[in-house]
């Protein structure tokens, strides 16, 4: 890995995912919202790749969004050990984000194939989607001593015919996210085709206890393998990417709580990622199929529609990515699973986005005797930043 600079910003991490041990991998973020590979630190725990077609490979080995996350206001990092069914979590030191000290040991998932985490607004509960034979959701205080606490009334059933590790994509779980308010926790499902997927949503106690069951949500007609969700502020909806389409829009604020609407993509392979910039007012969606990233704009009646699209290295594998805002301007950090590098854009204005930087990650991590996959690159997983305040 390579030496600080002394210009860092923030820093951006994601996770190596091997099943002889799982590390977070980190890199400074600069001034000029470029990236510089520094450090991997282990978690205590083990990666694993779901099935894909019988094979126990591919750039997504989780099938997921999410699987480390950071809380910026808890100054926290959470990741999943999928190979040993357990999470890990550490403190950040806010005026060197490269420094990580995991706090406690791992603590079992609540269930098998823990594959997305999400914290709350405050940072004091972080709750886990297993995606296993085993799955569902389950909830842990988190404190700044003792680590993760088991939160009772939390462990909730997905009831899905699930193997471990997951076999899909179709058919498996992907993202859990809190909604804006923090009242409900919702986690979602691909479908099977023609059969299509869902949304669970769980309400949240004031205790942090979640329902007994959750309430089921469908996409339009038209809407199949529902992946990433993002918060479309203010509005108390939902845009989550469709692998099977483009992207679906769930307006949460009905009385049914499921009126939605379906966006195609054309030429759109598995668009199942997602991230929205403050800055442009826009999401920005990642497709592992194309290497194509498509900005979409959502207007105040959640109307989708498609700004522009950005061609990234050929069968780079485009997966999970962030956003992080550097001086006013809001920078994108994908990361590109085939490739085994991080594409950086700059997101100047809305349509205006710019490739800056391609980081890669085979060299150093192979420099310093890191494993990051085979050839095909395809262990890395999850993205996550966090900007000094």
Known sequence: MNEPTGQSVGAAYFITNEQTGNFIVSADIESDGTLNLRQAIATGGLGLHGNNGGVTDGPDGLFSQGAVKVSAAANMLATVNPGSNTLSIFSIDPSDPINLNRIGDPVGSGGEFPMSLAFNKLGDTLCALNG?????????????????????????????????????????????????????????????????GFLAVWDVATDGSLSPVFKTITPSQGGLLPFSMTVIEGKNALLATDAGVGFDIFDLSTSGGNASSVVPIDGQSATCW???????????LTDIGTSMVTEVNVDDNLKGSIVKQYAQGSNSGTIDNDIASVGGKDFMY???????????LSLNAPGQAQNIQTVDIAGPAKASGLIVGDCSGASVQGMTTFIKK
């Open 334 to 344: 994908i990361l590109a699973a085939n490739a085994t590098a991080i594409d950086v």
């Open 274 to 284: 997602s991230s929205f910039s403050n800055q442009t007012g826009n999401f920005y």
């Open 132 to 196: 296993g034979q085993v799955n569902g959701v389950s909830c842990f205080k988190v404190d700044q001593t003792k680590g993760l606490i088991n939160l009772s009334g939390t462990n909730r059933a997905l009831n899905l015919n699930q193997t471990t590790p997951a076999t899909g994509p179709a058919g498996t779980a992907s993202h859990i996210i809190f909604s804006e308010d923090n009242t409900q926790l919702i986690a979602s499902v691909k479908g099977v085709p023609p059969t299509p």
